[in-house]
């Protein structure tokens, strides 16, 4: 079992910044890969962002390019999620999650956090 809090969500004005944190415990995590994913109201939760434990290669949704950098430390246990230049349709819960996978990261995760509320203001 791989257990994931995140933190680090809020009330931010558009252009702002948050970044999101991610701990994990239990098993190794230096071996699974990390990723981040949204759900805003009445839509399907999406993929955000996701870093492969094996080469550390990143992956990003065409709508936050640019705008967010996902980043990991073994040592710490943890994932982040930069996000800048925010936009009022980056609101949503955003989830941690963790694969042992190291390709193909938009789907298929095994462990899930509880997620954290990022609400952007226009």
Do not use: H
């Amino acid at each position: 079992q791989v257990q994931l809090v995140e933190s680090g969500g809020g009330l931010v004005q558009a252009g702002g910044s948050l970044r999101l944190s991610c701990a994990a415990s239990g098993r190794t995590f230096t071996y699974y890969s990390m990723g981040w994913f949204r759900q805003a109201p009445g839509k399907d939760r999406e993929f955000v962002a996701a870093v492969s434990w094996s080469d550390g290669t990143t992956d990003y949704a065409d709508s936050v390019k640019g705008r967010f950098t996902i980043s990991r430390d073994n040592a710490k246990n943890t994932v982040w999620l930069q996000m800048n230049s925010l936009k009022p349709e980056d609101t949503a819960v955003y989830y941690c999650a963790a694969t042992p996978r190291s390709r193909y990261l938009r789907r298929e995760y095994n462990y899930w956090g509880q997620g954290t509320q990022v609400t952007v203001s226009s």
